[in-house]
């Protein structure tokens, strides 16, 4: 899928295939760093983490197990409460384990916040945060995040695992969705 298979639904393009594929290849080379000689899970949260997932691991030199978990937040519309349902959970015992939560994006940072600390109380022995896009502006509470691919101007995009009703998760950049689409 690409730009021409979406006709005018997108106002523009936030970031390129290649300019999400060269930063996930720099974020890699220093997880690997990081992470040298150690045993790392990667916690993929679904369904948006899915493209980032796969293509940091395939970047990573290092051995990786992965995991996935998917949550729900409860709020009005687009709008995260913080309130928080796992909708399925971790097969892996994280008790002494290096865990690195892969995210598509961060917004408000309140359901993040919380699955950080859900995962901190399972005994692993560390747990960092990667994600491919943060919005500074959106931000409701602090969450510290090891790996940034880029900070993004606080508006819609879907692209690269982002979607708008269950679409444009398959484009293989991150575009901002045309307010024609959403109603804004």
Do not use: C
Request: hydrophobic letters at 40%.
């Amino acid at each position: 899928m690409d730009q021409s298979d979406v006709g005018n639904d997108l106002a523009n393009i936030l970031l390129t295939e290649e300019q999400l594929q060269k930063r996930l290849s720099e974020m890699a080379g220093q997880i690997d760093a990081d992470y040298e000689g150690k045993d790392l899970l990667l916690v993929g949260v679904l369904k948006g983490a899915i493209m980032v997932m796969a293509d940091l691991a395939r970047h990573l030199h290092s051995q990786v197990q992965m995991d996935w978990m998917a949550v729900s937040s409860y709020g009005s519309g687009t709008k995260s409460s913080g309130v928080v349902r796992i909708l399925k959970d971790l097969d892996t015992d994280l008790t002494g384990r290096n865990v690195l939560i892969v995210e598509d994006i961060i917004d408000s940072g309140l359901t993040l916040s919380w699955l950080a600390q859900n995962l901190r109380s399972r005994g692993p022995e560390s747990v960092e945060i990667a994600a491919m896009l943060r919005k500074p502006e959106a931000a409701k509470v602090d969450v510290e995040v090891k790996y940034v691919g880029y900070d993004i101007p606080n508006e819609f995009v879907v692209g690269y695992g982002l979607d708008y009703a269950e679409k444009y998760r398959n484009l293989p950049f991150v575009g901002t969705l045309a307010p024609h689409v959403y109603g804004g």
